[in-house]
């Protein structure tokens, strides 16, 4: 099995879990979220790591269309760990995950699970 196709199965999360995305650290991070109400479009959203110096702009997903903020999970960023951390994620945090320059990414896929 490839080293990628173990990646996708760890970040397989349900709704009100915890995500552990591994990437490195930057100022900000970018994700790209699928929305659909009547028709389905992709939204760039951007997140903006707290330094001390960017207080009122720090430690929240924003549209990068409409620079208002977007309902999330908390968001941090754990430099031991080099991972961006989610906290009871929503459905509106499962996507493309990256860097501020978009050079490194990780998806977070839905896990959907019938039955029991």
Known sequence: M??????????????????????????????????????????????????????????YWESVKTKKKVASGKTTYNKNKKALIIKNMKESDFGKYMTGNKKKSRYVVELVSFGK
Do not use: D, F, W
């Not at 760890?10 to 490195?24: C, E, H, R, S």
């Not at 028709?39 to 959203?45: I, V």
């Open 2 to 59: 490839s080293r990628h196709y173990m990646y996708m199965l760890k970040n397989l999360k349900k709704v009100g879990a915890n995500a552990t995305i591994g990437l490195p650290v930057s100022a900000n991070y970018r994700r790209e979220i699928r929305t659909c109400t009547t028709t389905c479009n992709y939204e760039e959203q951007l997140y903006r790591v707290c330094n001390g110096k960017n207080k009122k702009t720090c430690g």
